[in-house]
């Protein structure tokens, strides 16, 4: 018993000491975005300051067009969402329920394009881009971004856990196979749905790569970029910079507080069976 104790101490105490290293960071932003920029540097370094500088909050718009960030990363990111969970939701059910001829090898081959690193891909992308004039708009962003292979395996497994015997009745209730999908299968699939959704929301909220390489002017901005852009080749406003921060993560914790239950779910029964 007390060695189960023990263990049980010890394990506690190794997941508190991960969960305040992991935090330690957001504090240290929002401490820094509440700082006058003369107490950012000081040694040794304080939680707060003389004063709480809540207009630090109030200037991020002076001299950057924040809000325009914002909303061009709100756009790209909620029509990338919404068009990954139409196209992974469709082709996983195809893959998981439909019967047509190599589907084993196509699904293979569909997967085999997770282990190209997107790097790979970059310049070639950028060539289409080009060749089409679609540089410097959102288009750039949010074309490659509409599939994914990874929610497609995601859904598929996690459909493949649902009872055959569901999709029978169906059947036999006049269902055809799209209204087997939309009837059967996309009420059930709410916990892998919101997983999917939860990871295209993460990835593409935090995309600076993609957007450094195709957006050239300040109104195309998404927020990495923008908040990049914000620092001076001579000097930086580390405070204003650090609240523009703050208000970024912000939205990608209430959408995973949000989403909690069901991407616990999803993380849980996906992949749990085959066929």
Not at 19 to 41: C, D, H, Q, R, Y
Request: contains cysteine; aromatic residues 14%.
């Amino acid at each position: 018993m007390k060695t189960n104790l023990g263990l049980k101490i010890a394990a506690h105490a190794v997941l508190l000491a991960g969960a305040i290293t992991m935090i330690l960071p957001f504090l240290w932003s929002v401490s820094t975005s509440l700082k006058n920029i003369s107490e950012v540097f000081v040694f040794p370094p304080t939680l707060f300051g003389e004063s709480i500088q809540w207009e630090n909050y109030l200037r991020i718009s002076d001299r950057f067009p924040f809000m325009t960030y914002l909303l061009n990363s709100v756009k790209i990111t909620v029509i990338a969402v919404v068009a990954q969970l139409i196209t992974s939701s469709m082709a996983g059910y195809v893959f998981a329920r439909l019967k047509f001829r190599h589907r084993e090898l196509l699904f293979g081959l569909y997967l085999a394009t997770m282990m190209i690193p997107a790097q790979v891909t970059l310049i070639p992308n950028f060539i289409i881009m080009r060749f089409y004039n679609l540089v410097d708009t959102h288009w750039a962003l949010i074309l490659p971004a509409l599939v994914s292979a990874f929610g497609t395996f995601l859904l598929r497994q996690f459909f493949l856990t649902i009872p055959a015997s569901l999709e029978d009745a169906a059947k036999i209730d006049g269902c055809t196979p799209f209204g087997v999908y939309w009837r059967i299968f996309i009420p059930l699939s709410k916990p892998a749905m919101a997983t999917l959704g939860v990871f295209v929301f993460m990835g593409m909220w935090n995309d600076f790569l993609s957007p450094l390489v195709y957006i050239n002017s300040q109104e195309m901005m998404t927020l990495p970029l923008g908040l990049a852009s914000m620092q001076g080749m001579y000097s930086t406003d580390w405070p204003v910079l650090m609240a523009g921060t703050v208000i970024t993560i912000i939205p990608l914790i209430a959408v995973f507080l949000l989403a909690q239950d069901f991407f616990i779910k999803g993380i849980t029964l996906s992949g749990l069976k085959g066929e």
